[in-house]
């Protein structure tokens, strides 16, 4: 997924990391991965989206288990994951296993939008609680507009109705939204609409952010929204993308939730 690739960490990221991690071992204990994490997203935010998000610290990952010895090499990992396209194998332990085809199927709809994407919005979205509802009328998975989910959404699942609060109907709408507000997003660029000196302003950060805020906030800052509404959503759904690449998974296995058996 080249078009949608995100910048890369410099040296002093990467050194601004491993600082953390040093002081976060300084007891002598093995670092755990939410320790590490947060690090890393500390990281992002001041040297690379430039807004401070302290909501931000309650929708890092708490990963299970304790850190291995080679800390720096699962460092860079876990930089090279959270700035990266969200391409790559999902980690099918990581999700609900009603859940794991209809996000492959979702992931695999367009190049620019790859399963750990798909689920990373739904941890962000609606932590797999398939029955939730959002404060305007949002349902199910995937937390669409009702507007949205009308016109994304179609019987994936084959029960003779279309249904947000249906986990597969739910998922396969966010897809092709997904890839829609990429095509538009790449539209964007290519039109020479978007500021390219940005620090978040690749084709997959266009189209998380217009998930999120709308194409129309988006054409108008050309590029991420300089707003802790925008940036920290964005952000929000990077930080989930070494969990499910199984990079640094909870020891627990899938994310819990209450997604409905295969109907």
């Known amino acids: 997924m080249g078009s949608a690739t995100g910048e890369k960490a410099g040296d002093g990221s990467s050194t601004a990391v491993r600082n953390a991690v040093a002081a976060g071992t300084g007891c002598g204990c093995l670092l755990s991965p939410v320790v590490l994490t947060g690090a890393v997203i500390i990281v992002i935010i001041i040297g690379g989206l430039g807004v401070l998000l302290a909501p931000l610290v309650a929708l890092i990952l708490f990963f299970g288990g304790g850190g291995g010895s080679d800390v720096p090499a699962l460092t860079d990992r876990v930089i090279a994951t959270l700035q990266g396209d969200g391409s790559g194998k999902l980690d099918t332990s990581t999700v609900p296993h009603d859940l794991v085809k209809p996000i492959q199927d979702a992931g695999e709809l367009c190049d620019a939008v790859g399963p750990i994407v798909i689920a990373s919005q739904i941890e962000k979205e609606s932590a797999f609680k398939a029955s939730l509802v959002g404060p305007r009328g ?122 409905p058996g295969p109907a």
């Open 138 to 259: 949002e349902r199910g998975l995937s937390q669409l507009p009702p507007e949205i989910f009308t016109r994304y959404g179609k019987d994936d699942n084959h029960n003779g109705k279309v249904t947000a609060l249906d986990a597969e109907d739910s998922i396969m709408a966010q897809g092709r939204y997904m890839c829609d507000l990429a095509n538009r997003a790449k539209q964007m660029i290519d039109d020479g609409e978007i500021d390219r000196t940005g620090t978040a302003n690749s084709v997959l950060d266009l189209a998380l952010a217009g998930y999120h805020v709308g194409m129309d906030a988006v054409r108008t800052a050309q590029g991420v929204p300089k707003t802790n509404e925008a940036q920290g959503y964005v952000l929000a759904v990077r930080a989930q993308f070494a969990k499910f690449a199984g990079i640094a998974a909870p020891s627990g296995g899938a994310t819990p939730g209450n997604t």
